[in-house]
């Protein structure tokens, strides 16, 4: 099966900085697109950004141009960038990858434990 372990959270200053990690660990066929979603307290998770293997990056409207994602394949790690932060980024952070597992076909969904992320104003 595969892990997911999200780490680099914290509380910072509205207009400072957090870089998230999120390293995969277990067994697996492959790796597809990965994810960071976020769910504040009392709202729906929203997706913030996306990375597929290639390196094609999507979006969440309010986070473009302060957010950045990007992963490393060799260590099966994939990163958020976050600056210029915001309370309204308040949230608790997910990490997701769309896995196939060895002998299987599908793609099948993994999420981390999240991390907290507090922007105080």
């Known amino acids: 099966q595969v892990q997911l372990v999200e780490s680099g959270g914290g509380l910072v200053q509205a207009g400072g900085s957090l870089r998230l990690s999120c390293a995969a660990s277990?067994?697996?066929?492959?790796?597809?697109?990965r994810s960071w979603y976020r769910q504040a307290p009392g709202k729906q998770r929203e997706l913030v950004a996306g990375?597929?293997?290639?390196?094609?990056?999507n979006y969440a409207d309010s986070v473009k141009g302060r957010f950045t994602i990007s992963r490393d394949n060799a260590e099966n790690t994939v990163y958020l960038q976050m600056n210029s932060l915001k309370p309204e980024d308040t949230a608790v952070y997910y990490c997701?990858?769309?896995?196939?597992?060895?002998?299987?076909?599908?793609?099948?969904?993994?999420w981390g434990q999240g991390t907290q992320v507090t922007v105080s104003s």
């Open positions: 277990g067994t697996w066929f492959s790796i597809s697109a």
């Open positions: 997701n990858a769309n896995v196939i597992l060895r002998g299987g076909t599908k793609l099948v969904d993994y």
């Open positions: 990375i597929t293997t290639g390196g094609t990056t």
